[in-house]
């Protein structure tokens, strides 16, 4: 199923069309042929490590950090994971993985995790219109749909398969800085929870996954930096009450106020979760901004919620999204991986399937290296894993810039792509959207073929303007067509520059 418009377009409209697709496709073309990957450096002498050294350091604990630590540890490798707070706390973080992430927790063989994780399961997106009223537009999500849960809970669970490992040492502290001999890395710096002093530690391999906010990956962000345009609120509702047709196994996204998205859903079997994204500076007081303009431009059902959430300092916190297409670096000795990695909107809930597709492809790849000192084995893999991820990343990444901007942005352009998408979604027969289709593949991130994802976004845009020619005056639709047009052309330039690569 794509997003397309009839085939009843004027010819100025098919002509501006035809010319804009081409420019695209030639700009993300050229962009592909531009990958540039750095070259392995020499590394003379090679550094020695004893057998008293680990195989792997994990610097970070985190979602991505103690997933790798544990699937290491589960084939026998000698690791060691540094993580600053060892203990949990409730900070509000990425709640949703998709079908696609599920079924690579599987592949892991870490799929056991799950059985100690209070969620639900998510089968169905609603997307609700205020502008336009009526019914929902409902999107199926692929089998065996999107598990929501508290971050912490997911991340326990993770830890506690870490701490099962007998060949994982867990210590709790802060890496400071990376060791490097002649520019390799050799391992890291470090100081334990509680002490003054830093201690050494080496091992042929360090990962850095230190996450959201990085300290020592910064270095390899040598290309793409983390952009931020907007934060997100993560409520806690009390006794809220779901719309028509509102239920435990479908989350609510709400678009058309006047400054923010809403997402509304069952966390746990106790627990409704509100996510809002707002584009701007984070406000200083969570509660009041959610008491003053979340709950007061809300839908009228859902008011009484948020006020009542916004008494409640606990109830109400939040995170800045962060954009960041994937870096490519040749540095001997260290993996990134996670959101220090490669980051993008929130919106779509992919970040955690991001980052377990690229623990499942390291943890195949490291399998065939049996030597971890052999720098140049480490390199082709490198080189590998970005032409490997580059389809689904692409596909992922791009959804979630896109809808970003599509479902977040109130410029009256966009609004007409909203709704065009909205209405297009609603014609779907109902018997129609249990089955598997581009777009349910699309937001369930089991779609992977850029081609595709290129032609849904594009038939957002050619139905608007197909749309915008069907019910306006000829004149009139030419000039709408063209502010539609150049609207789009910015968005994609946004999107594509940095992600039609990664």
């Known amino acids: 199923m794509t997003m397309t418009p009839s085939v009843n377009t004027t010819t100025v409209?098919?002509?501006?069309?035809?010319?804009?697709?081409?420019?695209?496709?030639?700009?993300?073309?050229?962009?592909?042929?531009?990958?540039?990957?750095?070259?392995?450096?020499?590394?003379?002498?090679?550094?020695?490590?004893?057998?008293?050294?680990?195989?792997?350091?994990?610097?970070?604990?985190?979602?991505?950090?103690?997933?790798?630590?544990?699937?290491?540890?589960?084939?026998?490798?000698?690791?060691?994971?540094?993580?600053?707070n060892m203990g949990i706390d409730d900070t509000f973080r990425g709640?949703?993985?998709?079908?696609?992430?599920?079924?690579?927790?599987?592949?892991?063989?870490?799929?056991?995790?799950?059985?100690?994780?209070?969620?639900?399961?998510?089968?169905?997106?609603?997307?609700?219109?205020?502008?336009?009223?009526?019914?929902?537009?409902?999107?199926?999500l692929p089998e065996p749909g999107m598990l929501v849960m508290?971050?912490?809970?997911?991340?326990?669970?993770?830890?506690?398969?870490?701490?099962?490992?007998?060949?994982?040492?867990?210590?709790?502290?802060?890496?400071?800085?990376?060791?490097?001999?002649?520019?390799?890395?050799?391992?890291?710096?470090?100081?334990?929870?509680g002490q003054d002093n830093l201690e050494e530690m080496r091992a042929p391999l360090v990962v850095v996954s230190d996450g959201h906010y990085p300290h020592l990956s910064n270095e390899f962000q040598t290309t793409y930096k983390p952009v931020s345009e907007s934060f997100v609120l993560g409520i806690l509702l009390k006794d809220h009450e779901f719309g028509e047709g509102g239920g435990k196994h479908r989350a609510?996204?709400?678009?058309?106020?006047?400054?923010?998205?809403?997402?509304?859903?069952?966390?746990?079997?106790?627990?409704?979760?509100?996510?809002v994204v707002v584009n701007g500076p984070t406000p200083s007081d969570l509660n009041k901004f959610v008491e003053e303009k979340v709950a007061a431009l809300a839908p009228d059902h859902m008011k009484e919620s948020y006020l009542r959430s916004a008494k409640s300092v606990s109830r109400v916190q939040s995170v800045r999204t962060k954009s960041m297409a994937a870096n490519v670096d040749s540095t001997p000795g260290?993996?990134?991986?996670?959101?220090?990695?490669?980051?993008?909107?929130?919106?779509?809930?992919?970040?955690?399937?991001?980052a377990l597709k690229d623990v499942c492809y390291w943890w195949n790849a490291l399998s065939n290296v049996k030597d971890l000192t052999d720098d140049k084995a480490i390199y082709e893999q490198k080189l590998h894993f970005h032409k490997e991820r580059l389809d689904w990343a692409y596909a992922l990444n791009v959804m979630a810039e896109f809808s970003s901007r599509l479902l977040t942005r109130n410029d009256e352009s966009v609004i007409k792509m909203q709704q065009f998408m909205i209405k297009s979604l609603r014609s779907v027969p109902e018997e129609e959207r249990s089955k598997p289709n581009d777009v349910s593949g699309l937001f369930g991130g089991t779609l992977t073929d850029p081609e595709v994802v290129k032609n849904i976004l594009d038939g957002t845009l050619q139905g608007t303007i197909q749309e915008i020619y069907d019910t306006q005056p000829y004149l009139y639709a030419v000039w709408e067509a063209m502010k539609v047009r150049r609207k789009w052309n910015a968005m994609m330039k946004e999107i594509m520059e940095p992600y039609a690569l990664n």
């Not at 971050?151 to 099962?164: D, E, I, P, Q």
């Not at 709400?254 to 809403?262: E, L, P, W």
């Open 13 to 84: 409209a098919g002509v501006i069309g035809i010319v804009s697709v081409m420019t695209l496709l030639k700009y993300i073309m050229t962009s592909r042929r531009r990958i540039h990957v750095p070259t392995l450096p020499k590394i003379d002498p090679p550094p020695k490590f004893s057998d008293t050294d680990a195989d792997i350091i994990v610097i970070g604990g985190g979602f991505t950090g103690a997933t790798f630590a544990a699937r290491c540890g589960m084939d026998g490798r000698k690791v060691v994971m540094i993580e600053k």
């Open 95 to 140: 709640e949703g993985l998709l079908p696609a992430g599920v079924n690579t927790l599987e592949t892991l063989g870490m799929k056991d995790v799950l059985d100690d994780v209070d969620g639900n399961i998510i089968t169905e997106y609603a997307f609700h219109d205020m502008r336009l009223g009526g019914k929902p537009a409902i999107v199926t």
């Open 150 to 193: 508290r971050h912490s809970s997911f991340v326990s669970a993770l830890r506690n398969k870490v701490l099962s490992q007998q060949s994982v040492t867990v210590i709790e502290g802060v890496g400071k800085e990376l060791l490097k001999e002649n520019g390799r890395v050799v391992g890291v710096k470090y100081r334990r929870k």
């Open 252 to 275: 609510d996204m709400i678009v058309g106020t006047s400054h923010a998205q809403y997402t509304v859903y069952y966390l746990n079997k106790h627990d409704i979760r509100s996510m």
């Open 334 to 354: 260290v993996l990134v991986l996670g959101d220090a990695f490669n980051n993008r909107h929130p919106i779509t809930a992919c970040g955690m399937t991001v």
